[in-house]
């Protein structure tokens, strides 16, 4: 990965944060995007400390197209053309689909979905005018394949299928270009976003629940996803595009029915 340009939107926490650190050991040129400008500087800070080679931190909002495209073009005429590209900033409001608010709804697929839709379209065309190839991953999830026994988890399954599918046409479509898309696949990681729709006095309940329901016996350390991130955004994955790398302790791979 060394002197590779990666952009990595959601850079300020969670699994973001932790590919920003393995880039950053990687020697990396680095650009952190994400809505909170504050800790977008916090990761950059820490990626500068921690060995990239470069470390910009950009405040922008994914949903905004604009922000997006201005956020991308910066980061080409400051350090090159991003081959390497994370699109990982999302979020997770829950609730009962009959019930849903609309702007609930659309909230979650304007950040999760449309936000991997402008982080892809401008890291492509900036690939395409550069002339050279890439890598760009996008965070789905087991929601994307499954429903999530507790409920309420519609809005964000349909942005994770969304990415899914995405990834698949964009992998196909620009595979002659040398661009390479990706999914990974997290399971529950210990991150913010995981207890974000749980109230804080169940989420120690929950934790041991969900650890039983695991087979691997454990939530991941957002370094798990983020190392099968950066496998993906790396040349040992050089032959591997349109697929989707579960990382989820054996989530989807274990039925419910316990006969
Ligand atoms: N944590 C899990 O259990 C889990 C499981 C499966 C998939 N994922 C996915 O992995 C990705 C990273 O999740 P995480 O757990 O590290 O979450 P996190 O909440 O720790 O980090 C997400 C980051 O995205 C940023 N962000 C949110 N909306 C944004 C927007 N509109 N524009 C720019 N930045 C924005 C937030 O400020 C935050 O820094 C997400 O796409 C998430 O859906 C997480």
């Known amino acids: 990965m060394r002197d590779r340009v990666v ?137 994307a394949f499954v429903g999530f026994a507790a409920g309420g988890a519609g809005a964000y399954s349909a942005s994770k299928g969304g990415v899914s599918a995405l990834v698949r046409c964009l992998a196909v479509g620009y595979a002659r270009h040398g661009i390479r898309v990706n999914a990974v696949v997290p399971g529950a990681t210990e991150t913010p976003m995981m207890w974000a729709n749980v109230a804080e006095a169940d989420v120690e309940r929950l934790r041991g629940q969900i650890r039983e329901e695991i087979p691997l016996g454990r939530l991941a350390d957002p370094s798990e996803p983020a190392r099968a991130a950066l496998w993906l955004l790396s040349e040992a994955a050089s032959y591997v595009t349109g697929s989707q790398l579960v990382c989820d302790g054996g989530i989807l791979a274990k039925a419910s029915i316990s006969f």
């Not at 995007?33 to 080679?53: H, I, S």
Request: net charge negative; with cysteine.
């Open 7 to 143: 952009v990595i939107t959601g850079g300020g926490s969670g699994i973001g944060k932790a590919l920003a650190m393995l880039c950053a050991g990687q020697g990396c040129r680095l650009a952190v995007l994400d809505r909170d400008a504050g800790r977008a500087e916090e990761t950059a800070a820490e990626a500068a400390r921690g060995g990239a080679a470069r470390a910009l931190a950009v405040g922008a909002d994914v949903s905004r197209e604009e922000e997006v495209r201005e956020a991308l073009e910066r980061v080409e005429r400051e350090m090159g053309v991003a081959t390497a590209v994370f699109a990982g900033a999302g979020i997770d409001r829950g609730g009962a689909e009959h019930e849903l608010p609309g702007e609930v709804w659309r909230a979650v697929l304007a950040t999760n979905l449309d936000g991997v839709f402008h982080t892809c379209k401008h890291a492509i065309a900036g690939m395409l005018r550069g002339g050279v190839g890439g890598s760009i991953v996008c965070a789905s999830s087991p929601a």
